[in-house]
């Protein structure tokens, strides 16, 4: 899958992500579970927005994706900021290649939904686990099948930001519980409006398979908690997290 056109406008749609309270939502997890400093992994970084605060918090970042149009995006926010402890790797999820081992990884904003299938989420916690110190701590997050099949469904969306006009179209496939997703970008360059297109499929993932494989790949799940709180998953979860420690 390729985020060529999608870098360009991912801070834009994301614009309402508080990506500072996102951050402290994670440190408060690492440190309440042990882990307070240290080396950490973030999957699937995008422009970097959320390694910047984790890196300014104390940690020594990772950040690694798969697409060099985000990570560029990555570099320049880390020299605007002069934020330093921050190594960008170009990899895929399901590629990872460290070079050393850490103490933490998080993957948010349903990351791990764009992977093509379990194959591939096995092969990115596995490999997570794989360069992952005993007692570090995995926290991630993934669009609930309740979201894929109630939210999303076969809705359009329209979003207008700036000098960008985006539609959303959705489409939702019940059997593989996957959501077919159509982004047109309309975007005012001179007093003139260009199109660019991107598609993105994300796969929902039942909970319990994911509980299962965790632990065959060595984690030990510690909570999963509805979306940026300590509450409980339910039935209407439309994001849950996941806080997993590794024990072997």
């Not at 990570?71 to 460290?98: D, I, N, P």
């Not at 360059?189 to 039942?206: M, P, S, V």
Request: aromatic share 10%; net charge negative; charged share 25%.
């Amino acid at each position: 899958m390729s985020y060529c056109d999608f870098a360009e406008f991912y801070d834009v749609l994301t614009e309402d992500v508080d990506y500072s309270s996102q951050a402290k939502y994670l440190i408060n997890l690492l440190c309440e579970n042990g882990v307070g400093s240290g080396i950490l992994l973030d999957l699937a970084c995008g422009t970097a927005r959320l390694s910047i605060p984790l890196a300014n918090a104390g940690f020594d970042v990772i950040a690694v994706d798969e697409s060099e149009d985000m990570l560029s995006c990555a570099k320049a926010k880390l020299e605007q900021s002069g934020t330093s402890g921050v190594m960008l790797l170009h990899q895929g999820m399901q590629e990872l290649e460290l070079y050393g081992t850490i103490d933490a990884s998080v993957c948010m904003l349903d990351s791990l939904n764009h992977l093509e299938d379990f194959e591939q989420v096995k092969k990115t916690i596995a490999n997570v686990s794989l360069f992952m110190n005993p007692n570090g701590i995995f926290i991630f997050d993934v669009n609930t099948p309740y979201k894929h099949r109630e939210v999303l469904g076969d809705n359009t969306f329209v979003i207008e930001k700036d000098n960008l006009f985006c539609v959303w179209q959705n489409e939702f496939y019940e059997e593989e519980n996957t959501v077919d997703i159509t982004l047109d970008f309309f975007y005012n360059i001179g007093g003139k409006y260009n199109r660019t297109n991107q598609q993105i499929t994300e796969k929902a993932y039942d909970i319990n398979e994911l509980c299962l494989l965790l632990s065959q790949t060595g984690f030990e799940v510690i909570a999963i908690y509805d979306d940026m709180s300590k509450n409980p998953i339910n039935e209407e979860s439309e994001r849950a997290v996941f806080v997993a420690r590794k024990v072997k």
